[in-house]
T-cell receptor, first 109, second 116 residues
Framework: GDSVTQMEGPVTLSEEAFLTINCTYTATGYPSLFWYVQYPGEGLQLLLK?????DKGSNKGFEATYRKETTSFHLEKGSVQVSDSAVYFCALSGNQFYFGTGTSLTVIP | EAGVAQSPRYKIIEKRQSVAFWCNPI?????LYWYQQILGQGPKLLIQ????????DSQLPKDRFSAERLKGVDSTLKIQPAKLEDSAVYLC??????????????FGPGTRLTVL
């Protein structure tokens, strides 16, 4: 069945460091891919999405490219800020919505 | 535009008791989802409604969990009786277009359930 495998955390970075959170997927067909973010005490929010191969989703300085050949959708940001501290979830939409286990990011000043 | 509303935000009960959660989706959203998010894990889909009909409830533990969306708007999820392993955050989400995989799900703040 469809699934999402996400890099385990927690991840701790200094402000302005480069961020990569790995996400790979298994799916039949052509799913859409998403990154959701959950800030402390808040609900899940869509961060970015890509609906087909080679699409790049971007938002708030974050980017992810839908790579069909490597079945990946890694999240990147060139320079993280303290306000980026949150839990990040990779997800795919196939027959159902499937979420990864989440990666906790803490950015220290 | 108002977001997805959920209540209560927190609930503490003893095992074998009953509990109910309420969700009001974004106005006009036909699709409604209930997820269970256990600490340290990603959300797991419990049930998906399309208007007032059930699309997918394959992962809903039907011996103790039930959900309804009688008028195709707000929804209630019930657990009866609760077990310790039901301690989790219960998330409600809604989506505008039915069956469109590229559409965004909008999530409510969740209800944190603790079963003692």
């Amino acid at each position: 069945g469809d699934s999402v495998t996400q890099m385990e955390g927690p991840v701790t970075l200094s402000e302005e460091a480069f961020l990569t959170i790995n996400c790979t997927y298994t799916a039949t067909g052509y799913p859409s891919l998403f990154w959701y973010v959950q800030y402390p005490g808040e609900g899940l929010q869509l961060l970015l999405k890509a609906t087909k191969a080679d699409d790049k989703g971007s938002n708030k300085g974050f980017e992810a490219t839908y790579r069909k050949e490597t079945t990946s959708f890694h999240l990147e940001k060139g320079s993280v800020q303290v306000s980026d501290s949150a839990v990040y979830f990779c997800a795919l939409s196939g027959n159902q919505f499937y979420f990864g286990t989440g990666t906790s990011l803490t950015v220290i000043p | 535009e108002a977001g997805v509303a959920q209540s209560p935000r927190y609930k503490i009960i003893e095992k074998r008791q009953s509990v109910a959660f309420w969700c009001n989706p974004i106005s006009g959203h036909a699709t409604l989802y209930w997820y269970q998010q256990i600490l340290g894990q990603g959300p797991k889909l419990l049930i998906q409604f399309q208007n007032n009909g059930v699309v997918d409830d394959s992962q809903l533990p039907k011996d103790r969990f039930s959900a309804e969306r009688l008028k195709g708007v707000d929804s209630t999820l019930k657990i009866q009786p609760a077990k310790l392993e039901d301690s989790a955050v219960y998330l409600c989400a809604s989506m505008l277009e039915p069956g469109a995989s590229y559409n965004e799900q909008f999530f409510g703040p969740g209800t944190r359930l603790t079963v003692l």
